[in-house]
């Protein structure tokens, strides 16, 4: 764990960085859609945004690399530096109206998405086990503040845009080019990376902390650092927390054996001691572990359903006759429900555990698509697919697709706050960092894959056809999460200290 003074500072600069992240990447949220239309057809606004989605998937492991070879410092300084480079080329392609520079641009654009995600495990480098999954979150719903104010600068940007010669959809990417560039300038001025969070070898087993504090296996409860972020191990203070988190009940991280062996972790491609593990290895590690796999499908599923859902609804919307303003307010609350409870979720996580938590965000988001689906079936015969010039919407279609939005960002939330406490107490310490960015890695192409199926869907079978295939990808997450229940009553060991069960 970091000095407590620099680990303040370092935790204040993610808050801001992230508050500035959040207004870049919601600024363009509520129009990029609209733009790629504009230039491409309705089949291209879903594409647009996939691209945008497979650059966070392919910039995550890079980024990971980055972070334990030079660390988080240079690594969230660089993303934020090609997301604003990215912006630069969205406001250009709206000016020339050429859609080849603007897929380039969203390509660039989209690195800021893995960026934000990656900053919650830097928040992770500077604390202790006992409050991991809390000040993950904290640094997550720092991003509300930005986010939720985004999407509203889409009236002022156009008005911005025109007296620079920008058309109006266009405009809201000016606000995203500063607030890319300030969340870059403040990380690399300010933010230093917590001593010794280079890849470090694993303590070995008979091996006890230098200051002589609890340990779980010889290895120090909250100090140890192995690979970028600190170990998955408990102390005394926090045993109640990760017993239900998807640790086994004496205390043992996700993925370590009660007893000498590691045969599952063998059987993955994982040596003990070996220095690195690909993205993939660490993958196959995950899939070894049911409480791993559960974390890694759960954040896959949740990101690709509000992807799906996201992205298509302003197009909806506005084919619906509502107009860009109540885009842009429905797109802020559902943000605001993406980040805003974030806090509530990491403590529910750490006091009932994350395989509840993360299946009431499953249940969240079956609401959401549900709502959806209600919603856009009551939208007006000569609305439903005819364009802008729709009969204006009926206020309960307005109301459900506001209700639908807002429950589709709880759910996720649930769901990835959760996720991220499992992966945050892995054991093995070579397999931690590069799970981490495998997984952000796979919710992205999860994400880029359904955001490149929902404009085809939606002009196929309208908003309708979009939420059905929202619900049916929940299935694989409800799934690993039976199993992963199952897994962990079959090796739950009693703990009289214990009452609670996940």
Not at 56 to 81: D, E, F, H, K, N
């Amino acid at each position: 764990m970091e000095k407590p003074l620099r680990a303040r500072r370092n935790l204040v600069v993610l808050v801001f960085s992230n508050l500035l992240a959040g207004v870049g990447v919601a600024s363009g949220a509520a129009v990029g859609a609209l733009l790629a239309e504009s230039l491409g057809g309705t089949s291209m606004a879903g594409l647009a945004q996939a691209v945008g989605v497979l650059a966070a998937a392919v910039a995550s492991i890079p980024l990971a690399t980055l972070a334990q070879l030079r660390g988080r410092r240079w690594a969230l300084s660089l993303g934020y530096a090609l997301s604003t480079a990215g912006a630069v080329l969205i406001v250009t392609a709206a000016v020339l109206g050429q859609l080849v520079v603007l897929l380039v641009g969203l390509t660039l654009y989209g690195v800021a998405n893995a960026t934000n995600l990656q900053s919650r495990y830097a928040a992770a480098d500077n604390v202790g086990s006992g409050t991991r999954a809390r000040t993950m979150s904290v640094v997550l719903w720092s991003t509300t503040v930005g986010s939720v104010v985004g999407p509203n600068l889409a009236a002022p940007g156009a008005v911005v845009g025109r007296g620079l010669g920008v058309p109006d959809l266009g405009g809201p990417y000016l606000f995203s080019v500063v607030a890319y560039l300030l969340a870059g300038l403040l990380l690399a001025a300010l933010y230093r990376d917590p001593a010794g969070s280079a890849l470090q070898p694993a303590p070995t087993a008979g091996g006890g902390p230098a200051d002589g504090g609890p340990t779980v296996r010889g290895v120090p409860a909250d100090d140890a650092v192995t690979d970028g972020v600190t170990d998955g191990v408990t102390d005394g203070a926090a045993t109640d927390a990760t017993a239900t988190d998807g640790t086994a009940t004496d205390g043992t991280p996700v993925g370590q054996a009660p007893g000498p062996g590691h045969d599952a972790t063998r059987a993955a491609g994982v040596q003990p001691g070996r220095r690195r593990t690909g993205a993939l290895t660490a993958l196959r590690w995950a899939w070894a572990h049911p409480q791993a796999r559960f974390a890694v499908v759960t954040t896959a599923v949740a990101h690709a359903v509000m992807i799906m859902v996201m992205v298509m609804t302003p197009v909806h919307m506005q084919h619906g006759g509502m107009s860009l303003q109540l885009v842009g307010i429905v797109i802020s609350l559902h943000v605001l429900g993406m980040f805003a409870l974030s806090p509530v979720f990491g403590w529910l996580a750490d006091r009932f555990g994350p395989l509840r938590v993360a299946a009431g965000g499953m249940v969240l988001q079956g609401l959401a698509v549900v709502l959806g689906f209600t919603g856009a079936a009551l939208v007006p015969a000569a609305g439903a697919h005819a364009g802008h010039g729709a009969t204006a919407p009926a206020l309960d279609t307005e109301l459900l697709t506001a209700v639908a939005l807002v429950l589709l960002g709880l759910g996720w939330s649930a769901c990835v706050i959760a996720s991220s406490a499992v992966l945050a107490s892995v054991a093995e310490p070579h397999v931690k960092l590069p799970l981490q960015g495998a997984t952000d890695a796979l919710m992205n192409y999860f994400g880029a894959g359904s955001a490149a199926l929902a404009g085809p869907l939606l002009a196929w079978g309208g908003f309708e056809a979009v939420n059905t295939a929202g619900a049916l990808l929940l299935v694989p997450a409800v799934v690993v999460a039976v199993l992963a229940a199952r897994a962990h009553r079959l090796t739950d060991v009693p703990d009289p200290q214990v009452t609670r069960v996940t």
